[in-house]
């Protein structure tokens, strides 16, 4: 060692600890580098850090004479690099001579920067290796013995150096990591902030519980939902909320659920603090560690009440509409069942023609009308089947303002037309049309009815109304006849019986005379003669005058008046005094109606049956009623007596002019009596007839209009 070099190495081994002082590092180590370089003579000096397992070393200073390094700092080097490789396993120096030979990759590089030769030296720091100091030159350089005794005295300021790099390094790698942690922990933060807002404001009711399902924590939505503070809900059970209609199955298969991990889903029906009901959706679920233990449970319930209730509306109303339509759908199929019935069952044709006027329809009874069957109708024209030629021009005419406007002459209406039938038969029938709109467009309906027996009938019914018009009039003559004949009868046996009155009395008077002057005078035979002569003439005078009365009846009129039936019958009876005083007769009446009568004829009709019911009398005092009824506008008189009675088989016989059922000897009379009662009842518009058996008395009715 030249002196210049000692007195050097010991001016530079004197400001080292000061300089390994220095920080930054780097500043450090440029310093120490500059102090070396007046040491050793190396254009490169380099400064390689192990790292703390021995996985990697990495180039963390670099001073050199040059600019733009193949290998700067930072470079990576392979451990296994031939001069880390040795360094690291002799601790010694490593000397390389000539760079060219090639010993590892690192040379090439080296080589590149010009350095051909290099010591690389290690670097101990507590009795490890952490690091390598490598010089090299561009000029072949010895590392002699004395400077390998310098480098030794050297060595440990550069190993602080490198060892104070190292630390720098791991400060700024745990600031580094602290750095990360610290904005891991922001982050945490933040995001449990925001979790903590979310859950806070929620819109969906959360409730958090402890493994055994008390209630730990509830947010704010929780509490306005159901009316419970949290701190009224503090380590109480969810069932707080229970109704009652879950089933225990339910909640024993919810729990299960939760306890093995899985989420469960669903609604509840719960009860609120305040007693009101009100529907949750909610969703259950287990919180569970990092370890995969479960250490919460929580639940998210959102108020669905609304949207439950718009649901059974919603279901209601569908069921509604479900029902209405199959209503609909059995409606429908029952008027088409019974449609297809009536159809096919109508004595009258039914058809239908499209909007093309072709026939779309054609029922059983259009098939015997027609002729034509079903597939023979259908798809044609209607005028060409059954429209006889002269009148389908005009059909056709009808149907095209039809097509149109859905009106036409004969729609809305029931007429008479003619028909044709498949044997080219023309026959009459009645035609009802109307229209349907189908799609938008007009389909016509016909009811077809065949009426030529109506026809036939019809021609028939008119020729006997034609007939009996006839026989009316005919019969309408013939009363007038009869009327006319019976008047003039009346008026001759009126006037017969007056005009044959007078000669009579002179016959009658002379053969009395006769019988007077003669009698006993002559022989037997001509006094039995002149008696016979003398009853006959009163026999003849008598009848006369009951002819007479009769014709009177007809004749000798009173106009109708109102006539209380009470003063007649005291007439009546007044005029019958002498044969009740006698017979002993007693007569009772029910109250007794006003009539419109003629007075005299209805005094003359009480009397003749009152008369005949105390002379047919038995062998019992005569007992007679009247009783009066009111029956659909008539008063009905019966007169019911205790009297002999009569045989039925007469009962029409006795009202008939002078037919009597005893003879004079038996009762007097002349048959005349019930003939008048018969002719005075017809002529107030009554009726008269009797009821009777032999020995059971009889009763005579008879009826009178009652008076409006
Ligand atoms: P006459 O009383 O003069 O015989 P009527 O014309 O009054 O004639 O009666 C006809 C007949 O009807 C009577 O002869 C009698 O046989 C029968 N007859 C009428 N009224 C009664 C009566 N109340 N009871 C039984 N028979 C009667």
Known sequence: MSPSLATDTKAVIDRLPHIISTFPVPDAFHQIAEELKSVFHFDRLSLTLISEDKNSAAIEFLYSTYSDSHLPAGSVLPLN?????????????????????????????????????????????????????????????????????????????????????????????????????????KRIEESLCKLSLTVEQSPGAIIVTDTKGAIEYVNPKFTQVTGYSAAEVAGKNPRILKLGEKSSEEYKRLWETLTAGKEWRGEFHNKKKDGKLY???????????????????????????????????????????????????????????????????ANDAIIMLDDDERISYWNAAAEKIFSYSKEEAMGKSLHTLIIPVVFQSRHLEGFKEFQMTGQGPVIGKTVELTALRRDGGEFPIELSLSGVQIKGKWNAIGI??????????????????????????????????????????????????HDLQEPLRMVSSYTQLLGRRYKGKLDADADEFIT???????????????????????????????????????????????????????????????????????????????????????KETPRIHISVAQKEGEWLFSIRDNGIG???????????????????EEYPGSGIGLAI?????????????????????????FTIPVVN
């Open 81 to 185: 690099s031939s001069d880390l490789g040795e360094v690291l396993s002799t601790a010694n120096p490593v000397f390389v001579h000539d760079t060219s030979k090639g010993r590892c990759d690192t040379d090439s590089l080296l080589l590149k920067d010009g350095i051909c030769s290099r010591v690389s030296m290690p670097l101990f720091y507590g009795g490890k290796i952490i690091g390598v100091c490598c010089m090299g030159s561009r000029q072949p350089f010895n590392f002699p013995e004395s400077q390998v005794c310098i480098w030794k005295e050297i060595a440990p300021f550069v190993s602080v150096v490198a060892e104070n790099a190292r630390l720098a390094w791991k400060l700024k790698e745990s600031a580094g990591i602290l750095a990360v942690e610290t904005a891991e922990r």
């Open 279 to 345: 529907w949750a959706s909610a969703s259950l679920s287990p919180v569970k560690n990092a370890e995969g233990v479960i250490t919460h449970f929580i639940g998210i319930q959102e108020d669905i009440t609304v949207r439950k209730h718009m649901e059974e509306e919603l279901k209601s109303l569908n069921e509604l509409l479900k029902q209405r339509a199959s209503d609909r759908a059995v409606q429908l199929m029952e008027s088409e069942e019974k449609f297809r019935k009536i159809s096919a069952s």
């Open 448 to 497: 077809i009815r065949d009426i030529t027996e109506r026809k036939i009938l019809n021609a028939r019914l008119l020729a006997e109304i034609e007939g009996r018009k006839k026989v009316q009039e005919r019969l309408k003559h013939l009363v007038k006849e009869l009327e006319r004949s019976n008047a003039e009868l009346q008026q001759f046996a009126y006037v017969a019986s």
């Open 532 to 618: 016979f002569a003398v009853d006959g003439a009163a026999r003849m005078q008598m009848l006369i005058n009951d002819l007479l009365e009769y014709s009177r009846v007809g004749t000798k009129v009173k106009a109708f008046e109102k006539v209380n039936c009470l003063s007649v019958f005291d007439h009546a009876v007044s005029n019958l005094r002498i044969a009740i005083e006698e017979s002993g007769a007693v007569i009772t009446h029910d109250e007794f109606p006003t009539v419109m009568a003629d007075t005299l004829q209805f005094t003359q009709l009480l009397q003749n049956l009152l008369g005949n019911a105390i002379k047919f009398r038995g």
């Open 646 to 664: 009569i045989d039925p088989q007469y009962v029409d016989r006795i009202f008939v002019i002078f037919q009597r059922l005893h003879s004079k």
């Open 677 to 701: 009662c018969k002719k005075i009842v017809e002529r107030h518009g009554g009726l008269i007839w009797v009821e009777s058996e032999l020995g059971k008395g009889a009763t005579f009715h």
